[in-house]
């Protein structure tokens, strides 16, 4: 579960991880793929502001 500060434009700019999964080589995984990631931007009264999202990463191993 990682905490992550989604901006004005949608891009990550801080990520936090809230429960690691045990392992840092997943936990870092996790983070880069949140780095890639484009979200839809929290908007108050219609303008786009920064804000605090938990993100659920779940890793299946095959």
């Known amino acids: 579960m990682l ?4 901006n ?3 891009v990550a700019e801080r990520i936090e991880i809230q ?3 045990g392992s840092p ?7 880069q793929a ?3 990631a484009v979200f839809k931007p929290y908007a108050e ?3 786009p502001v920064p804000m605090y999202a938990l993100v ?3 890793f299946q191993l095959d």
């Not at 905490?3 to 989604?6: E, G």
């Not at 080589?25 to 983070?31: C, I, P, S, T």
Request: charged share 40%.
């Open 25 to 31: 080589r997943l936990d870092e995984a996790a983070r």
């Open 56 to 58: 659920p990463i779940a």
């Open 34 to 36: 949140v780095l890639r």
């Open 19 to 21: 429960k690691s999964s």
């Open 45 to 47: 009264d219609g303008k």
């Open 8 to 10: 004005e434009r949608g």
């Open 3 to 6: 905490r992550v500060l989604v």
